[in-house]
């Protein structure tokens, strides 16, 4: 077995403090984010490498407001159905720019794989003409399904970030954890509970 510079690291000793701060993004306790403690992947040091930016969480936490937006009203080309769950998701370029958005539109169109993830990825590899998007970051309102966290990861995507918790379906910590097994190569890095609170309201409020 092949074995990669981080696993022998304590889990948390090479964690950045953020990662177990529980007053900021939350990292399930014993699921580190092994992309992180394997490599120095973006966002590392980020604080360090670029002093002047917002900082990473704020920028998860704006992007996952846009990403909550998606979610209630859809691409501006589509009425939601009012029986689709809202489930919002935005892809962002290296760069920080939108490059596609999605909602889940699984009645509205009969497909049961138009989940927010799948259309947002769609959309943005048909935007840049390929399928890999390296160094993007997939920003959704729900912990992804399967389908999602596996779509994810055969698209590279570089860094997924989500809000609400999924503990019945969810495959990016609750149930499985996909995007993070260390049998598999392409491992993202996750900030999960981004605007938790308010991406769970949405949902309550939905199915109340
Ligand atoms: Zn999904």
Same mark, same amino acid.
């Given at each position: 077995?092949?074995? *990669?510079?981080?696993?022998?690291? =304590?889990?948390?000793?090479?964690?950045?403090?953020?990662? !177990?701060?529980?007053?900021?993004? !939350?990292?399930?306790?014993?699921?580190? =984010?092994?992309?992180? +403690? %394997?490599? @120095?992947?973006?966002?590392?040091?980020? %604080?360090? @490498?670029?002093?002047?930016?917002?900082?990473?969480?704020?920028?998860?936490?704006?992007?996952?407001?846009?990403?909550?937006?998606?979610?209630?009203?859809?691409?501006?080309?589509? !009425?939601?159905d +009012?029986?689709d769950?809202?489930?919002? @998701?935005?892809?962002?370029?290296?760069?920080?720019? *939108?490059?596609?958005?999605?909602?889940?539109e699984?009645e509205l169109t009969?497909?049961? =794989?138009?989940?927010?993830?799948?259309?947002?990825?769609?959309?943005?590899?048909?935007?840049?003409?390929?399928?890999?998007?390296?160094? /993007?970051?997939?920003?959704? =309102?729900? *912990?992804? /399904?399967?389908? /999602?966290?596996? @779509?994810? +990861?055969?698209?590279?995507?570089?860094?997924?970030?989500?809000?609400?918790?999924?503990?019945?379906?969810?495959?990016?910590?609750?149930?499985?954890?996909?995007?993070?097994?260390?049998?598999?190569?392409?491992?993202?890095?996750?900030?999960?509970?981004?605007?938790?609170? *308010?991406?769970?309201?949405?949902?309550? %409020?939905?199915?109340?």
């Amino acid at each position: 077995m092949r074995s *990669e510079p981080g696993d022998s690291l =304590t889990p948390g000793a090479a964690e950045p403090a953020d990662a !177990t701060d529980p007053a900021l993004e !939350t990292v399930r306790p014993g699921q580190p =984010t092994p992309g992180r +403690a %394997a490599r @120095a992947g973006p966002g590392a040091d980020e %604080a360090l @490498a670029d002093p002047g930016a917002v900082g990473r969480r704020q920028r998860h936490e704006l992007w996952m407001r846009r990403a909550l937006e998606v979610a209630v009203t859809g691409p501006d080309d589509a !009425t939601p159905d +009012a029986d689709d769950v809202p489930v919002g @998701a935005v892809l962002y370029g290296p760069d920080g720019a *939108e490059l596609a958005i999605g909602r889940n539109e699984r009645e509205l169109t009969g497909d049961p =794989t138009a989940h927010a993830e799948v259309l947002a990825l769609r959309r943005a590899a048909h935007r840049l003409g390929r399928w890999r998007l390296d160094d /993007c970051t997939l920003v959704v =309102t729900l *912990e992804p /399904c399967t389908m /999602c966290a596996g @779509a994810i +990861a055969l698209a590279r995507v570089s860094t997924v970030v989500f809000g609400a918790w999924e503990p019945k379906t969810g495959a990016v910590g609750s149930l499985w954890d996909v995007l993070r097994d260390r049998r598999v190569t392409h491992r993202p890095e996750v900030y999960g509970g981004v605007l938790e609170h *308010e991406s769970a309201a949405l949902l309550r %409020a939905f199915f109340r």
